[in-house]
């Protein structure tokens, strides 16, 4: 029913009360961007668990929203929660597991996938898990078995890039220019 309303706002009205460069700071992907993700996500999923029927339910798009804003270093959950007319910050943390489920079925890791196997007695996978684990393990004496990856991050500080359309797509949740780098490798620093 149309005349319905919502208690939350709609994601248009966000979306375009956002300009291109704070849609970028904001999410780190342009508003196309956004747009592909949903659309990839939805074609996955079906849309009627994307696009929710419910006025008591958002959206998938402000779903996906809050989802990268909480990636994107939205570290204070009511704060994120209130740009999107969500009140308790328990909603938010479920907007973002439905984000990330998502995310994992719409997407590829393979992993992942090799570790869902072992969850569900598929034992075929072991041998790689245990050389990969194995490799962790060679240099540290044995504290590292069991380890599958090493993640890290950093931001490196630049001075504002003059040279960009968008510089504000360098600046960084820590209030300066930066390049982010983020990576998982093995031991053999193979990304």
Not at 20 to 29: E, Q
Not at 104 to 122: I, N, Q, R, Y
Request: hydrophobic share 35%; glycine share 8%; aromatic share 12%.
């Amino acid at each position: 029913d149309s005349s319905r309303s919502s208690k939350f706002p709609s994601w248009e009205t966000i979306r375009d009360g956002i300009s291109d460069r704070v849609f970028r700071r904001k999410y780190r992907m342009t508003k196309k961007e956004f747009d592909i993700l949903c659309s990839k996500i939805k074609d996955k999923i079906g849309d009627d668990k994307f696009r929710s029927t419910n006025s008591q339910a958002l959206c998938g798009p402000i779903r996906v929203a809050i989802g990268l804003r909480f990636l994107c270093g939205g570290s204070y959950l009511d704060l994120v929660g209130r740009a999107y007319g969500v009140e308790a910050v328990s909603s938010i943390y479920d907007y973002f597991h439905t984000f990330i489920n998502w995310i994992d079925e719409t997407f590829d890791f393979p992993w992942v996938e090799m570790l869902k196997k072992l969850s569900k007695g598929d034992e075929s996978v072991l041998p790689k898990l245990r050389e990969i684990s194995s490799d962790f393990g060679a240099d540290s004496g044995g504290v590292f078995i069991g380890c599958i990856g090493a993640i890290d991050g950093l931001a490196i500080r630049i001075k504002c890039p003059s040279n960009q359309r968008d510089p504000g797509n360098y600046f960084s949740r820590k209030n300066f220019y930066a390049l982010n780098v983020q990576a998982i490798c093995d031991r053999q620093k193979r990304i």
